[in-house]
């Protein structure tokens, strides 16, 4: 069913509030059913846990204004439930529920490939970036990068006319690095950008690896093109990967740092690349291959009837024991719930309660982390 304009607003405001990231904010969805109602329950959940503090609801007209900056520079919202939300990036757990969208968003919709690498590329792999880039692009691929300097610019320019995607860090209004103004006007005309960060926001170091899950996300899989072992590049491949996306690499030469990154996935079972014909060989033997979404659409997005507790509220001393065995290390779910030997449902509960309240947050993976 086709959301109305009153729970599209609801749930720009729910993903925009703090303490309320992509996952809590799908489990808010699938134990309340709507943003609207989730909205109105989180000052009783946040008390629930004994904690006195209640996260900062984004009001509506906040959400308007940014609906209304956002319309006033020539873009829009793509959000979670509609019908031209991207199909593949309904595929991982942690889809963040609104893009906001420059350009033509057609291309969300058509077979994909990241490519991403170093930004201080050597001369002969931007050239190769550009050929392999050219050459997919002309088999109909639209090629999707990061916007930054080396590797993605190259992938970029080279795919221009036949369809690229920028996934940038920051706001839709924040064109970094600098130097790619020009570029990023381009893609704007002629291609797609997409963020999901608010508009307006400065990118910062933490913004990069959320980025990265959109890069390799809204791909059928990622080429990596010269990557330090310290590379950035090197988690969105790891990304791809925990998606269930295929890893290319193209091999280099073993003395040069910038080589150690793809040959590093090649020893790990990444598909080692010399042409576009290697990477359309393995598209093709992926062509049964269907990706179920994590997440399924609005109406069916409803997890297992025990997952939460909807029951009375739990005792106190419940919470206590989810937060002992709770520390700045990550802990996933399923050990947190033998360590506390208590019921999954239960966990969940103390979980997103504690989440709310301001005593926990949840890193990659949907790991645990007490906030100390």
């Not at 014909?277 to 062509?287: F, R």
Request: proline share 5%; charged share 20%; with cysteine.
């Amino acid at each position: 069913m086709t959301m109305d304009e009153a729970e599209r607003i609801a749930r720009l405001r729910l993903i925009r509030s703090e303490s309320i990231g992509p996952i809590t904010f799908y489990k808010l969805l699938a134990r309340f059913g709507s943003a609207t109602e989730s909205l109105a329950q989180i000052p009783t959940l946040a008390t629930r846990a004994g904690k006195a503090k209640i996260p900062k609801l984004t009001t509506y007209a906040q959400a308007s204004n940014e609906i209304e900056a956002l319309t006033k520079y020539g873009g829009r919202f793509v959000i979670y439930g509609d019908d031209d939300y991207p199909e593949w990036l309904l595929t991982i757990s942690d889809a963040p529920p609104v893009l906001s969208i420059l350009g033509s968003s057609d291309l969300l919709s058509k077979s994909s490939l990241a490519i991403v690498g170093a930004r201080n590329a050597s001369a002969n792999a931007k050239r190769y970036t550009g050929q392999i880039a050219s050459q997919l692009g002309q088999k109909g691929q639209v090629i999707i990068s990061g916007l930054a300097r080396g590797i993605d610019t190259s992938a970029h320019v080279s795919s221009l006319e036949t369809g690229t995607i920028a996934v940038v860090a920051g706001g839709l209004d924040q064109i970094y690095p600098t130097e790619n103004a020009q570029l990023y006007a381009q893609i704007g005309e002629q291609g797609c950008i997409v963020s999901e960060m608010p508009f307006g926001t400065k990118p910062t170091a933490h913004h990069f690896p959320r980025r990265n899950r959109i890069v390799s996300g809204l791909s059928k899989g990622t080429i990596v093109i010269e990557a330090s072992m310290k590379s950035g590049s090197l988690i969105t491949a790891r990304l791809a990967g925990e998606q269930g996306r295929e890893v290319f690499a193209v091999p280099g030469f073993p003395g040069d740092p910038r080589a150690a990154g793809p040959n590093y996935l090649i020893q790990n079972g990444a598909k080692l690349i010399q042409n576009a014909d290697d990477v359309l060989e393995e598209l093709m033997a992926m062509a049964d291959k269907k990706i179920q979404p994590t997440q399924g659409q609005f109406e069916g997005i409803h997890e297992p009837a025990n997952d939460f507790d909807h029951g009375d509220v739990l005792s106190e001393d419940l919470y206590e024991r989810v937060l002992q065995n709770l520390s700045n290390t990550a802990m996933d779910i399923d050990s947190l719930a033998r360590a506390c030997d208590m019921p999954i449902r239960h966990v969940q509960t103390c979980l997103l309660d504690l989440e709310l309240g301001g005593a926990i947050e949840r890193s990659a993976g949907n790991k645990i982390v007490k906030i100390i």
